[in-house]
């Protein structure tokens, strides 16, 4: 009994060994195959190296580069959600344009706070970096702080509201009725004229983040011998210095803080939500963020939502490549 | 012999020590000439004034310019502050208090009183924040470095079209990739649970990014090092870069965890005891102007966690920052 167990584990391997066995034969055949192409045998002795990044990649994919590809495509689709998408060629584009006034007013709303916040949010966020930049540690860790605060602080859009409130307890009216400014409570937010105003400040207000941070480390990280040297040759106020030293040492942090700008500015949305309401008064406040929203998560309509997301894509990355394209020119 | 042994060994150490200590005197003591250090010294100062060549006025004016926009920043967040410790009749004051006179701790009471007599425990609530953050904040450290290690250190055939699109997805808002993320997290069967929220933020890119401009500068000759010493790419990244990165796995932690810890997830998640704080917090504002005192104690709770955190991390981000310059 006992040997004829011994002799038939003897035949018959384990299934693990059998594995082993079928993973080596596996791959000396991958290896072998490998051999034939360059580029096949590079990313086969890499291949630790790709089995780390492969749960990234596919999250990227899925996450990322897949919706980005799928929102272009769908946008020449009506789709719903419980039909099959059908194609409708550039129809929804033409409708956006042509057949949509509230579209219109949303990329009009949507210029206007991109083009005051993005601008203005990155000067500001130089300016106060560079100043910073001049102070003692430990006041500038303080001032580095406060103006991160609003941005790291996700939940205190909330006190923006209590501020413009519409009635005399709103701080806003309480404190210019006090000083004589005005006679009755405005209402801001319900008013198509103030809405607007009101999400820049707070937009600006929340503007300083990363960039923020990226700019006051490029400051930071500049050789301080080039200033030594720069006053040498003859440079004389702090104009000149930042002109000529100080911007073009840190170009590369300027394109990264115009970037991570330039789509905070494009994609305000949550802001116009929380302060105006979903939709605001007479559309004062609405974006093609909420545009998006609106066609997204609320009708259902998926294509023409899509149709609404490639454009906000596209516009993204041609801004990008312009602001790119202008920094690089910067200090030269 | 061994007395003599015995008192040449501690010699010989003390001689070693002493040896050391010179040594490492010598290193603080600058070599050169004297003349050329009082030549320097003199030089660098006298450059050092010509350095600070600007006006006062100059200076004055940015600096006051400076403080009065600190103030402005930080006024909103004393508002939120002062009012949470206001009793009621004080924050419906006319003309209004902006500083509070008798501090309270009724709107927490108050607060504990509407949470205590929601629908599901209060609790809950906060579990599935602390959970969804923990893991996604830490999945997504862990994966996006795991990626970034490669990419920085390594040639990878692909790597450079693989940076080209996460610089790409750096571009554009993230409303673009909504509605299809909505559809992806349909086909997979996560709606409604912690994953919707938890993987699109660990595959977000602006990790990846700044973790793999912080690695570009660690020495290769540690990694080959390590590697002939007979350790595996998996082992040099845990082992060897990991410890390196740690200024940067902080910015990596205190960014997603800003994004977590105020998501509300209610586009993605439809079950009351799978929703967030945020989003519990947020039913409490929409009662009404009653609540306007325990509104302003949840949002200094909410806005407390991640300023904290970041005043613990700063200098790590500032130095992680220093890296994120993109051509």
Known sequence: ?332 | MAKVKKTKDPSQKALTLKERRNERKSKMIDSRPFAEIASFKILYKSKKKKRVNRSKAGDLVLFIFLSLSGILSVLPLLLIINNAFKPLDEIFLYPPNFFVRNPTLDNFSDLGVVLGTSLVPFSRYFFNTILITVVGTVGHLIIASMCAYPLAKYKVPGGGIIMGLVTYSLMFPSAVTGIPNYMILNWFGLIDTYWAIILPVIASSLGLYLMKQFMIPVPMELLESAKIDGASEFKIYWKVVMPLVKPASITLVILNFKALWAADGSTYIYREDYKMLSYALSQIASAGPARQGTLAAVALIMITVPIVMFIISQSNMIDTMAHSGMK
């Open chain 1, 1 to 332: 009994m006992n040997d004829n167990n011994v002799s038939t584990s003897i035949k018959k391997p384990s299934l693990w060994s059998r594995f082993r066995a079928w993973r080596i034969k596996k791959s000396i055949e991958i290896d072998h195959w490998s051999r034939k192409k360059p580029f096949r045998r590079k990313m086969y002795l890499n291949r630790s190296l790709y089995a780390m990044m492969a749960p990234y990649l596919i999250m990227f994919t899925c996450f990322t580069v897949a919706p980005v590809v799928m929102s272009f495509m769908l946008g020449f689709t009506y789709f719903n959600m419980l039909e099959a998408p059908r194609w409708v060629g550039w129809q929804n584009y033409i409708d956006l344009f042509l057949n949509d006034p509230i579209f219109i007013t949303a990329i009009k709303n949507t210029l206007i706070i991109a083009l005051i916040t993005g601008p203005l949010g990155y000067i500001m966020a130089f300016v106060f970096a560079w100043l910073i930049n001049e102070l003692p540690q430990k006041l500038r860790a303080i001032i580095t702080l406060v103006f991160y605060a609003p941005s790291i602080a996700g939940g205190a859009i909330t006190i923006w509201a209590l501020i413009f409130a519409s009635d005399i307890y709103g701080y806003a009216n309480a404190y210019l009725t006090d000083w004589g400014i005005i006679h009755e409570p405005i209402t801001w937010l319900q008013n198509a004229t103030y809405i607007l105003p009101i999400v820049i400040i707070v937009q600006l207000w929340m503007s300083l983040g990363v960039n923020f941070l990226s700019l006051i480390a490029g400051l930071k990280g500049i050789d301080r011998n080039q200033y030594e040297a720069g006053a040498v040759d003859g440079i004389k106020n702090r104009w000149q210095e930042l002109w000529y030293i100080t911007l073009p040492n840190m170009k590369s942090i300027l394109i990264f803080a115009a970037v991570i700008q330039i789509s905070g500015a494009l994609g305000v949305g949550a802001v116009t939500t929380a302060l105006a309401g979903f939709p605001s008064v007479a559309y004062a406040g609405h974006t093609i963020v909420n545009h998006l929203q609106d066609y997204g998560s609320i009708r259902y309509e998926m294509g023409y939502a899509s149709a609404i997301a490639t454009i906000l894509f596209f516009s993204a990355i041609l801004l990008n490549r312009l602001i790119r394209r202008i920094i690089r020119k910067v200090g030269s």
